[in-house]
């Protein structure tokens, strides 16, 4: 008697507390309050099952309870139960599916006047683009993704120029407008989800998913990954906020097009390669592990980090510097720092790429700021040189990426033996590109015609241009020419 008792109480209770807090009154925060009556009926359903279960438990523990003389009769089917069964739970399963088909087919048929947001995924964080003033997206594939272009729009189609790009985890959005949210991930499976829209839905690599809905309560809503996509899923977050139309406008206008975004990538491959660092880091996913303002992390913050002394999960310790960082990027679980787990994937940068990354954590501590002051004056003979082969026409001339052309290529040319044309070598040293920039017919390469001019660049015009030429002695550099 006492569990038929606590079966009952059971009951009351459960009932009480769906009427006593109703969760279903809670303010959506979109026009899909169909999803919440779908949810709502096949809470209903369910409560009467658990109702009619739990209840058929109590009556069968009451009356079938064990009696002195009574014995149990053996009933080995029943035809006109089965049959009630059957059609009661056919009537429970279309229930609950139906509403559910119905709300699905208007959550993926998006309106015509519907606002285009593209969501990009990618291991872990957030990124959104609008369209720009011709109201249209821009087309867009993993193929264009680079660090100056990590959402990977097409560079050459017009109608992405004008795009707006969100690089971060906070995206706003119009009051009261239909929003077709455009999905996309850029690695692996991922799901985009904001509780009070009440709405989620899957991102896979190689495709573009969709669905619609309308803002209608102005507020923040925390976004989401509901789909397990490998360590740092839990640190996914990000923000929507929904405001007034004219507040979104005046936001919207403040944010760069994607023709500006390549224009500052540009600007950065001349000459800051911190910044550049910093565009792969964002690009890669690197802050979803790893700090920057000192807060905890998956892995070991970057604040600070550079030059400090870190204690490996063997017990001995380690500074950090050029070296051990870029031995951390290449084979992480050489050197595991203690307390963090070993859950970083080895990385495939160029020398150039792993340069621009240490660049950047440098940034990020006084030490590494002081070691960039030392060597800035080179990092900055780098760009000059740069600036000054695109202007006196040098790259018209010398490729960068090893390939033939009028004269020697620059590419891995500094350090490496040359044949002249009288059958003599000589290395390509300092002295020996000073001659050949002042005096081109003075020691002419073989296979090469003495079309060079003269010219007669000041002593640090020229130290920028050896500096520049010295970058591209590594094999590995980026077969890129640079911007004009």
Sequence with gaps: MAIAIILALIVVVSILFHLLAPWHLTPAASNWGSIDTTLFITLVICGVFFIAIVGFMVVAIIRFRHREGRRARYEPESRKLELWLIVATSIGIIGMLAPGLVVYSDFVHVPKDAYPLEVVAQQWQWAFRFPGQDGQLGRADVKWVDAGNPLGLDPDDPLGQDDVLIRSNEVRLPLDRPVKVLLRSKDVLHNFYIPQIRGKMDMVPGMVSHFWFTPTVVGQYEILCAEFCGVGHFNMRGMMRVEPVQAFDQWLAA???FAQTLASASKSDQGGLAEKGRQLAETHGCRACHSQDG???LGPGWKDLYGREEKMADGS???VDEAYLKESILDPRARLVQGFPPVMVPYTFTQDELAALVAFIQSLSAAGQSAQGASGAGGDAVGQGQQLA?????????S?????????SWQGLYGHRVTLADGSQVEADDAYLQESVRTPSAKLVQG????????TPSD?????LIAFIKSRANPDARNQEPAP
Excluded: R, Y
Aim: with cysteine; proline share 10%; net charge negative.
């Design 255 to 257: 944010q760069p097009t």
């Design 295 to 297: 807060s905890e992390s």
């Design 317 to 319: 310790s380690v500074k």
């Design 390 to 398: 695109q202007s006196l026409g040098c790259l018209a001339c010398h």
């Design 400 to 408: 960068l990426d090893g390939s033939k052309g009028v004269g020697p």
């Design 448 to 455: 090469f015609a003495p079309v060079m001019p003269a010219f």
């Design 460 to 464: 640090q015009e020229l130290a920028a």
